[in-house]
Each structure stands twice: as C-alpha cells, then as structure tokens.
C-alpha cells in the first residue's frame, strides 16, 4: 500500500474515532424527558345570532277624554265673556270651569287594543373551540410547562 493511502486511512479512522468519542459524551451528559404530556386547552364562546320578532299585547286604554275638555273650556270661555262683560277674566273663568264640566261630564270609554311591536331577540350557541396546548415535562428533577399555540 502507498504512503499516501495509508495516511489517509489512519487519519479517516482518528477522524471518527474523535467524532464518536465527541457524540457519547454529549449524549451522556444530555438528560432527556422521560414522560412529557401535551394537553390542549379549549374555551366556552358563546355565538349571539340577532332575528326580529313581531310581538303583539292586549292594551287597555282609558277613553280620551281631551276632546270634551276642550269642548266645554271653548263654550266655558264664549259664557263667560258674555256674561260677565264688566269683569274681568271672566272668560278665563268661564273656559277653566266649562273645561273642568266637559271633562267631569265626557262619554268616552276606555277600550282594550291590540299593539303590536317589532322586537330584536338574540340566539346563543355555546361552543367550545380551541384555545392553547400545553406540555408538561421534567427536567433535572424540575416539572416544566409550556403553552404554545398549534
């Protein structure tokens, strides 16, 4: 064999002689996780969809009595100027208490309607998506955790 080869041959073997020599030792000095856990997280939303419904109540009104009121205080006012032509506000008088009378004395009734009007509700699905994962681990008798996202 040449010179030259066998050379190259001895210094190839010290060459990964050295390289696995270097690889066992960082392998013993590494400790590695015996038992890591990944756990993911997961969080509750709740999802509001908007519709409109039409919601209708009975309704009891009592009888509009303004009408008559108004009535009586124009009459009221009319008598009383003319009555009382020397006083005065006598017509003031005569439209306040003609008001009064009208009211006192008014026909109309209350009656029960229906009223209709449009409501906005809201439908709510609870969900659960995905939030955050989690592993757990030991390192040199510590327990670590680290969240991440997947």
């Known amino acids: 064999m040449k010179e030259k080869t066998k050379d190259f041959l001895f210094y190839s073997m010290l060459a990964s002689a ?7 030792a960082t392998d013993a000095n590494a400790t590695q996780p015996h038992t890591a856990i ?11 969809t908007p519709y409109n419904v039409e919601v209708c109540r009975q309704v009891t009104t009592s009888g509009d009595k303004t009408g008559d009121a108004l009535k009586g ?6 008598i009383g100027n003319n009555v009382t032509k020397n006083v005065d506000n006598g017509g003031a008088v005569g439209a306040l208490l003609g008001g009064m009378l009208g009211h006192n004395n008014s026909k109309a009734t209350g009656e029960t309607k229906t009223v209709c009007t449009i409501e906005t ?6 969900q659960d998506v995905y939030s955050h994962s989690a592993i ?15």
């Open 38 to 48: 990944v756990k993911d997280h997961y969080k509750s939303v709740i999802n509001s």
């Open 136 to 150: 757990t681990f030991s390192y040199e008798g510590q327990t670590y955790t680290v969240r991440f996202k997947k």
């Open 121 to 126: 509700r809201y439908k709510e699905v609870k």
């Open 18 to 24: 050295f390289v696995l020599s270097v690889m066992n």
């Open 73 to 78: 205080a124009i009459i009221g006012g009319i």
